[in-house]
């Protein structure tokens, strides 16, 4: 797995593993902040979580390009 630095502060960013989290339904916030992407998904969507330890920006990351494969 390659380092992945903060856009901000370029500090190494904290792998925190893969998290999985409910998209659609009624859990609006993240339909919200993903947007149409979100609706093309699946309800529980993994995604890698990477935080900045110096400004804690959080990053998300697709873990595998097979997830986007329902776009067509
Ligand atoms: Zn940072």
Same mark, same amino acid.
């Given at each position: 797995?390659?380092e992945?630095?903060c856009?901000?502060? +370029?500090t =190494?960013?904290? =792998?925190? @593993?893969? %998290?999985?989290?409910?998209? @659609? @339904? %009624?859990?609006? @916030?993240?339909?919200? /902040?993903?947007? &149409? $992407?979100?609706?093309?998904q699946? +309800?529980?969507?993994?995604?890698e979580?990477w935080v900045?330890?110096?400004c +804690?920006?959080?990053? $998300? =990351?697709?873990? &595998?390009? /097979?997830?986007?494969k329902s776009?067509?």
């Amino acid at each position: 797995m390659e380092e992945k630095k903060c856009p901000q502060c +370029r500090t =190494y960013m904290e =792998y925190l @593993g893969v %998290k999985e989290f409910r998209t @659609g @339904g %009624k859990t609006g @916030g993240w339909h919200l /902040s993903l947007g &149409d $992407f979100a609706e093309l998904q699946e +309800r529980i969507m993994k995604l890698e979580m990477w935080v900045c330890t110096q400004c +804690r920006q959080v990053l $998300f =990351y697709l873990p &595998d390009k /097979s997830s986007l494969k329902s776009r067509k």
